[in-house]
């Protein structure tokens, strides 16, 4: 065997099998409506867009960047901390660029972890936040978030648990994929209490921070007073501004984590395209009305698709962040696991949704829909599926 023990570690990616079953059914030439991948269908907007094309006609931009990202973007994006959350950063020491945030929370835990090391991470959550600390040789320590406890973190209990040895890191993300859990600034000043009492990094994962509806403003974790003290926050721009594939994204907040991952990035990359850098600078300084249109187009997809699917007999909270709808498998279909339920849905209704058990054991009894489907199509979805709820 060539394999390496990094490699033995790491499971197949789980949300990815569902895809194979789609690309053939539509080389069946079957309509396969796809709320699988959380993916944005809108495009970036004009503006970025024609910022890119300028910038990527000069000869010069077409050179190395720097890993740690231009400086002028490190300052767009503590001027978007300063107008969003009035939160001081230091561009020079406390921000770094990193290729979206994947590549930020895997190489972060890479110039943290060392091997052994525990990280306390939530279960069900965003594969990266899980297998980035297995790659890192970490030893992780899965969080339960169950809807008895409103997909929260309970500190409490991790308090009463005295792990041992002592974790050295906590990865958090509000709010939150795949249970669209959200919390309040208060939440935060809890964390930030814990990880000094019990000396553990946190590590906050803000993705959806503009994803957010009906009058929620989703909070930064750098808001709270010494959270700097404690950990970073990772924002990524892939959501907020329909652009998933340029890999912007930003790791800010400890001056020493942040010096740890741009050492390691230093040896690692190079940065990313500068006409990307400097459109994503025109974006972070701009108007912000695409952000919020951006918002308001998933709010609507969210309403048709809760409202539709509560006509049909299966009713789902509404959500007041993130681009997915957590949905509870229904009752008489609860017993064949989150996996086959998830094919049922594609061979039966022409629906790929994600299978709960894809961000980890905790997510089983679940399904994931990513709104990334219109208006029409999600209708559309909501029929097929209204027939197999019927027919089964």
């Not at 930064?220 to 959501?239: H, N, T």
Request: proline fraction near 6%; aromatic fraction near 10%.
């Amino acid at each position: 065997m060539i394999d390496s023990n990094r490699i033995k570690r790491l499971p197949p990616y789980s949300l990815g099998k569902i895809k194979g079953i789609m690309s053939e059914q539509r080389a069946k030439g079957i309509d396969v409506i796809d709320f699988g991948m959380g993916n944005p269908d809108k495009p970036t907007p004009a503006y970025i867009v024609d910022k890119l094309c300028e910038v990527a006609r000069d000869p010069k931009a077409h050179r190395y960047s720097v890993s740690k990202g231009m400086l002028n973007l490190r300052k767009a994006m503590a001027h978007r901390y300063k107008e969003d959350f009035n939160v001081d950063l230091d561009p020079e020491s406390e921000i770094i660029a990193t290729i979206g945030a994947k590549e930020g929370i895997s190489h972060l835990a890479m110039a943290m972890i060392d091997e052994g090391d525990v990280v306390l991470v939530p279960n069900p959550t965003y594969p990266i936040h899980l297998y980035s600390v297995v790659i890192a040789g970490g030893n992780l320590v899965s969080i339960p978030l169950t809807k008895e406890n409103g997909f929260k973190v309970d500190l409490e209990k991790i308090r009463k648990n005295n792990f041992w040895p002592k974790p050295k890191m906590m990865v958090l993300s509000y709010p939150q994929n795949p249970t669209t859990a959200s919390v309040d600034l208060k939440y935060f000043e809890d964390v930030v209490a814990f990880a000094k009492e019990n000396d553990i990094l946190i590590v906050h994962d803000l993705a959806y921070k503009d994803l957010v509806f009906d009058g929620y403003k989703a909070p930064s974790f750098l808001q709270v007073k010494g959270a700097k003290d404690v950990g970073v926050e990772l924002f990524s721009m892939s959501k907020s501004y329909n652009m998933p594939g340029w890999r912007v994204a930003f790791c800010m907040g400890n001056k020493e984590m942040i010096a740890n991952l741009a050492k390691l990035k230093s040896y690692m990359d190079y940065g990313m395209f500068i006409p990307i850098q400097v459109a994503a600078i025109t974006a972070l300084r701009g108007p912000q009305d695409c952000v919020k249109e951006i918002a308001e187009t998933y709010r609507k997809r969210r309403d048709v698709l809760v409202d539709g699917l509560a006509k049909v007999g299966w009713t789902i909270p509404k959500p007041n962040s993130t681009m997915f709808i957590w949905a509870e498998i229904p009752e008489k279909f609860k017993a064949m696991g989150s996996q086959a339920f998830a094919q049922k849905l594609l061979l039966e209704a022409d629906t790929v949704v994600s299978a709960g058990v894809g961000f980890g054991e905790y997510g089983e009894g679940y399904v994931r829909f990513a709104l990334i489907e219109n208006e029409d199509r999600t209708r559309q979805a909501i029929r097929n599926i209204k027939k197999l709820l019927e027919n089964s």
